[in-house]
């Protein structure tokens, strides 16, 4: 790199930071607008508060392209393969914790006018884009950039546009871009129904009443959270990460991914590709599955990667306890006389935990829930 292009990218990335002021203490605070206004400045390197250690890099070259994340059609939970289809759900999320669902009953329509809107968002100027920034976490609709841009010792390739549905706050979105309101609203109805099957079938794939995991995992009080990700280009890939290693702190994700690709998930140690597949729907397991479930479902640590040539937009709706449940492995799932790999606890202490890492690592708040006499992994 020479003077002149380091000199060049250091004034682009001073010229995309700003003062911003915390509306609570009233301090102000210096933060990147997002990483989309610095690529559309023109950077073409990526800066040191980007850059990942060297022994925490992608390493894309190991990644597995052949192994296939398993693929679910959920028109066989409706005929005669009701029983082969809860079997090979069971089989995905013991071997993977993640799963691909096709012929899932949401509409075409709502998902193209929820990605339409997507990219409306992410074409907006950045004086526009910013008019809807906050780090708040009680805000219902919010855009931020990376993970926690103001503490985090390196940052993520990716801004956001969240949508927060909190109890209590039936027009929660009115604060949001007008083109967007209709667009989620329709969007996270369908996918709450689709949650509910996906609930009912894996209850029944672990012997369990249809509803019994519905009714912990999505009561009428629980927070449901969709953010809007946005990675765009990056001038080196194996430098940093869209997003970094990490398992969802909540009971599962459904994700809507472009055709662009980067999502990751690990297996056995290895870093396996997940395929985009036109409107299909990814589903991950969160960590309270994994703990209702005595580790017998996994939560398992996935990552976003960058690339080169294009921009990679996705849509994971996070679906969560009602903050006060009280989480603790089932005991129909247990068995009698066997140990509980995790204590009893509520949720909204782990949420806290999650939320106060100041980055994102791998599945440390696990070890928080993990019972004292376990020592299983």
Same mark, same amino acid.
């Given at each position: 790199m020479s003077v002149v292009e380091t000199l060049n990218d250091l004034f682009l990335t001073m010229r995309c930071c700003a003062a911003v002021v915390d509306n609570n203490a009233m301090v102000p605070k210096r933060t990147i607008k997002g990483i989309k206004e610095l690529v559309d400045a023109g950077i073409r390197h990526v800066p040191s508060k980007y850059i990942r250690p060297v022994g925490d890099r992608p390493r894309l070259s190991e990644v597995s392209y052949t192994e296939e994340v398993p693929i679910i059609d959920l028109t066989g939970l409706f005929d005669d393969n009701r029983k082969k289809v809860l079997e090979d759900i069971g089989f995905a999320c013991e071997e993977w914790g993640f799963f691909q669902v096709v012929n899932h009953g949401v509409s075409e329509e709502v998902i193209e006018k929820i990605w339409a809107a997507a990219h409306k968002f992410f074409q907006e100027p950045a004086v526009e884009r910013m008019r809807f920034y906050s780090e708040d976490l009680r805000n219902t609709v919010a855009y931020m950039t990376s993970f926690?841009?103001?503490? #985090? $010792?390196? @940052? #993520?390739? $990716?801004? @956001?546009?969240?949508?927060? %549905?909190?109890p209590g706050q039936p027009d929660a979105f009115t604060q949001a871009p007008d083109y967007c309101r209709e667009p989620v609203t329709e969007y996270i109805q369908e996918i709450r129904s689709l949650a509910s099957k996906i609930y009912a079938a894996l209850s029944e794939s672990l012997g369990l009443s249809a509803d019994c995991l519905e009714n912990i995992t999505m009561a009428e009080n629980s927070r449901v959270t969709l953010p809007i990700h946005y990675y765009p280009p990056c001038p080196d890939p194996n430098l940093t990460f869209g997003l970094s290693g990490h398992s969802d702190p909540n009971s599962i994700t459904i994700l809507l991914q472009d055709a662009v690709g980067g999502?990751?998930? %690990? $297996?056995?140690? $290895?870093?396996?590709a997940v395929k985009p597949i036109p409107n299909a729907f990814i589903v991950n397991l969160g960590d309270q599955l994994q703990i209702l479930t005595n580790g017998k479902y996994q939560s398992v640590e996935h990552r976003v990667v960058t690339n080169t040539e294009k921009a990679r937009m996705s849509i994971p709706c996070f679906f969560c306890p009602d903050m006060d449940a009280r989480i603790a492995p089932l005991p129909a799932i247990k068995g009698e006389g066997k140990p509980a790999l995790y204590k009893e606890f509520v949720f909204r202490e782990y949420l806290q935990r999650f939320n106060g890492m100041q980055t994102l690592t791998r599945k440390v708040c696990l070890e928080y829930a993990r019972a004292e006499e376990s020592t299983e992994r």
């Open positions: 926690d841009i103001q503490n #985090e $010792k390196v @940052s #993520e390739w $990716k801004d @956001s546009l969240i949508f927060r %549905c909190i999502l990751q998930v %690990c $297996k056995n140690g $290895k870093w396996v």
